[in-house]
């Protein structure tokens, strides 16, 4: 059996047994393979959202699980989260085309005086790989840069990032900033980072601290859905 397990033919699969081959090709990271994978299913007339949907956030809900449960590790991740990206590559454009709705928005960066970026990387892929649409500020940001984002971008969310436990406190400068200017209620504010813990993220007023990218997501997804509900009602 293991010489047939080499040569896979990802065309001759049906479109089941490809998405089912395409969540092991995005688990194992491999980039060539889900770029080939999205190509004949557009081939086969999949529309792009279903695929972003059904085979690269499938593959990835599963990724973002194994990593959360501990079987997975940030470098696994990482790959899948590239390997994704490939896939996503080839069909921003097309989505773009079709206006397919997003799950969300989210403008993400690590605070200023902070140069650590690992963890706000793997939000922001585990985030795109859940169908938001991520608008990543990178790192060392004052308080203007998030602000301008929110104003040009107009996301849901506003990611914050720290790793020092000195420059922890600027989140709540970007926070007071936001109340002061009356736009805070307007977004929902997520922060996360090895030195922050839940009682830190209440204390400057954020809506929920993310231990790591998996409860991101999740949290993310959650807030975002009662939110649209919230406005729908409202």
Not at 88 to 115: C, F, H, N, S, Y
Not at 155 to 168: E, F, K, N, V
Not at 187 to 206: C, W
Request: glycine share 10%.
């Amino acid at each position: 059996m293991s010489e047939e397990d080499d040569e896979i033919i990802l065309s001759e699969l049906d479109d089941e047994e490809l998405v089912q081959q395409m969540w092991d090709d995005l688990y194992d990271g491999l980039r060539e393979e889900i770029e080939e994978g999205v190509n004949i299913l557009l081939e086969r007339g999949w529309e792009p959202y279903r695929i972003l949907t059904e085979a690269l956030v499938g593959g990835m809900t599963i990724v973002g699980k194994d990593f959360r449960d501990g079987i997975l590790f940030v470098p696994e991740v990482l790959l899948a989260a590239n390997a994704m990206k490939a896939g996503m590559a080839i069909l921003k454009p097309l989505l773009a085309e079709t206006g397919a709705q997003r799950v969300g928005k989210m403008v993400i960066g690590t605070v200023k005086g902070d140069i650590h970026d690992i963890g706000k990387n793997l939000v922001s892929m585990m985030m795109e790989g859940a169908g938001f649409e991520v608008v990543d500020l990178g790192i060392n940001n004052p308080v203007e840069n998030y602000l301008e984002a929110l104003e040009t971008e107009q996301p849901d969310i506003l990611g914050m990032s720290a790793l020092l436990t000195t420059t922890m406190p600027y989140m709540k400068v970007v926070i007071d900033t936001m109340v002061e200017k009356g736009i805070r209620d307007d977004y929902i504010v997520l922060v996360g980072g090895a030195p922050l813990n839940e009682e830190f993220g209440r204390a400057i007023g954020a809506d929920a601290y993310c231990r790591d990218a998996a409860v991101a997501v999740e949290t993310a997804k959650t807030l975002v859905a009662r939110k649209h509900n919230q406005m729908a009602a409202g």
